[in-house]
């Protein structure tokens, strides 16, 4: 089992930023791909980041390339999402999430925080 528990969400106005981060206990964090997702209301659960075990590798959709930047620290057991230029679209609860394979939907990955609430105002 691995726990995750998200912080850092909150009102920010357009062209701002936030850093997300998510705490991870439980079993070895680096065994894990982890992913950061979004769910805007009345709208389906989207993939916005993804690292690799080491964090060596990351994937963005085009949504979020070049504004949004996944990072992981294995010794923290805690993986960060650093979000500029944010616009009022990006408006969500975002979730990490965890899971053994690398992998972008979320259907598969196996273990989710509780979600932390970003807003964006024009």
């Known amino acids: 089992q691995v726990q995750l528990v998200e912080s850092g969400g909150g009102l920010v106005q357009a062209g701002g930023s936030l850093r997300l981060s998510c705490a991870a206990s439980?079993?070895?964090?680096?065994?894990?791909?982890v992913g950061w997702f979004r769910q805007a209301p009345g709208k389906e659960r989207e993939f916005v980041a993804v690292?690799?075990?080491?964090?060596?590798?990351?994937y963005y959709p085009n949504s979020v390339k070049g504004r949004f930047t996944i990072s992981r620290d294995n010794a923290k057991n805690t993986v960060y999402l650093q979000m500029n230029s944010l616009k009022p679209e990006d408006t969500a609860v975002y979730y990490c999430?965890?899971?053994?394979?690398?992998?972008?939907?979320?259907?598969?990955?196996?273990?989710w925080g509780q979600g932390t609430q970003v807003t964006v105002s024009s």
């Open positions: 999430a965890a899971t053994r394979r690398l992998s972008f939907g979320p259907h598969e990955f196996d273990y």
């Open positions: 439980g079993h070895t964090f680096s065994n894990y791909v």
């Open positions: 690292a690799s075990w080491s964090g060596g590798d990351t």
